[in-house]
């Protein structure tokens, strides 16, 4: 099953968020900032301990003053033209996400809308991406396509009625 809401993913009550995190894990803006915000000082002390994370790559974290009991951290592609990755980069990250779910026993995950922010990925392809690989998953999980603006929450909407990101 897949949901698409607008709102607030720090305030989502389900077994594990993602977050669209730089390569440090140690907070920045959009998502990533509020992610941090939200879970405490505690959250920063555990992603130090990590060592960073590349990108299309995940690591997964206590949520600690989140509602969400894990935090699954994913390092997306910054857009520059297609022609470098990104594509495959964009699908590694939730692939990666997936796989920590299962291997942390998580049921239900949300997920933002991974580098369409600062980083620039146009955001038709990126749902596109999104969709194609929340779909293969959704006989197993929860999914909840967590978007923070409105036309973003109906172009996921629009997709998934479609099933236009089939074809691509």
Request: glycine share 12%; net charge positive; aromatic share 8%.
């Amino acid at each position: 099953m897949i949901r698409v809401v607008e709102g607030d993913i720090t305030r989502l009550a389900v077994d594990a968020i993602v977050n669209a995190a730089n390569s440090s894990l140690l907070g920045g803006g959009g998502v990533d900032g509020a992610i941090h915000r939200a879970a405490g000082i505690e959250l920063k002390a555990y992603c130090q301990s990590l060592g960073g994370c590349k990108a299309g790559d995940a690591r997964i974290t206590p949520g600690f003053g989140l509602k969400a009991r894990w935090v699954i951290h994913t390092v997306g592609p910054v857009w520059r033209g297609g022609d470098q990755g990104e594509p495959a980069l964009l699908e590694s990250c939730y692939r990666r996400c997936f796989q920590l779910a299962q291997e942390n026993r998580i049921r239900g995950i949300a997920f933002p809308a991974i580098s369409t922010g600062v980083y620039g990925y146009p955001k038709e392809a990126a749902a596109r991406i999104a969709l194609r690989v929340m779909t293969r998953h959704a006989d197993s999980f929860e999914i909840t396509a967590c978007c923070f603006a409105a036309e973003d929450a109906a172009l996921y909407r629009q997709m998934l009625r479609a099933g236009e990101f089939l074809q691509h």
